[in-house]
Structures are given as C-alpha cells and as structure tokens.
C-alpha cells in the first residue's frame, strides 16, 4: 500500500491517479465533518468539493506530512465555515458571562442512556449559533480561545453561547423524555461518543 508521504508526493507532481486514491481515503471522513456545520446535503457537497480544491492547491504548503488528515480536516472545516457565512451570516447573542455556579467540566466517563438517532436530530435542530460553538468544543476539542479567533467573537460569548446549548439540549431531552442527568453532567461526552463523530 502507498504510504501518505508517497501519495503526497504523486499529487504533488500532479498525478491523477494519487489525487484520485488521496480523495478517496479521505472524502467519507471530511464529508461528515462538513455535514455536522453546514446541516444540508448539498452545501455540505459543495464544501467537500473546494475543500478538496484547496487541499490539492495548497498540498505544497503542507510542512508535516505525517499530519495529512489534521490538515485535511482544517481546511474541510474552515471552507464550511465559510460556506455558511455565505449563507446565511452567523449572528451570536451578545455577551454574558456564566453563572458561577455553573459546571464547566462536561466530560465524564459516566454511562448514558440517549438513543443515536435522537441526539443527532437534536443536533441538527439546534440553532446555527448554538451548534457550530457545540461542535467546535466537542467535537474539534477547541478551546474557548480557539473558537473565539475562529469566530472572530470574544470568549465570554463562545462561553455564553455554550451555555446556552447546553440548556437548548436539556430541553429537548426533557422534551424527548430521555434518561438524562439534572445537571447534563457528561452530557456533551456522551453525544460525542454516542454520534461517533470525532
């Protein structure tokens, strides 16, 4: 089997067949990665399409080739960032800060009893605002300072708006009658492990 670096380096020479392997290793991956933000089957072909774009076009930029799929990933998510911006731009609620009393720790190893296909319709009901901050902290593992450069919004408002989907889920579950704890203790970890979507 052709290791990534040699594949790099046929697609670097322009060989069709690489690119071609290359896009098929990858594309089943960075298709869910540019459905979770952009919640639409056509957008999110079309973000998965000039990704790869971008991918082929910048290949050269790439300075570890043992971190292809990172770099993959990056630029599948900020394209369908972009998508969306285009879209329909993304408006935040204004900044509040977090109840004190508030837990921040969101990750346990605690079981959880959710149903699969529950949790992603929820998700992908979930208003824009609201989900792209989830799953920029969930799923991508960012920080609140990451997301707020990405965003180009403060952290108090990735924070609050965290917050904010933390309560929107706790309904829906309530809604739903799901088993769920009172304080959605390890509530984003079960989702992501739940999903699979990392």
């Not at 770099?71 to 969306?84: D, E, F």
């Not at 965003?151 to 904010?164: A, D, G, M, V």
Request: glycine fraction near 4%; charged fraction near 25%; proline fraction near 3%.
């Amino acid at each position: 089997m052709q290791s990534e670096i040699e594949l790099i380096t046929a697609c670097l020479r322009s060989n069709r067949k690489a690119q071609k392997r290359l896009f098929e290793k990858f594309a089943p991956e960075m298709k869910q990665i540019c459905l979770r933000y952009c919640n639409n089957q056509f957008i999110a072909e079309e973000a998965l399409q000039e990704g790869f774009m971008s991918v082929f076009n910048h290949l050269g930029q790439l300075k570890d080739p043992t971190k292809l799929r990172a770099w993959i990933k990056q630029i599948m998510l900020n394209t369908s960032l972009m998508k969306i911006r285009k879209k329909d731009p993304l408006v935040f609620y204004s900044d509040e800060l977090l109840d004190k009393n508030q837990k921040t720790e969101l990750f346990t190893d605690e079981p959880m009893q959710y149903n699969k296909e529950d949790l992603k319709q929820i998700l992908n009901g979930m208003p824009k605002g609201y989900k792209i901050i989830f799953n920029l902290y969930a799923f991508e593992h960012y920080s609140h300072k990451q997301i707020a450069e990405t965003l180009n919004i403060s952290e108090n408002t990735s924070k609050s708006q965290l917050s904010r989907a933390r309560n929107y889920l706790r309904e829906k579950l309530r809604t739903l009658k799901l088993d769920y704890t009172s304080e959605l203790t390890g509530l984003i970890g079960a989702i992501v492990t739940i999903i699979g979507m990392r």
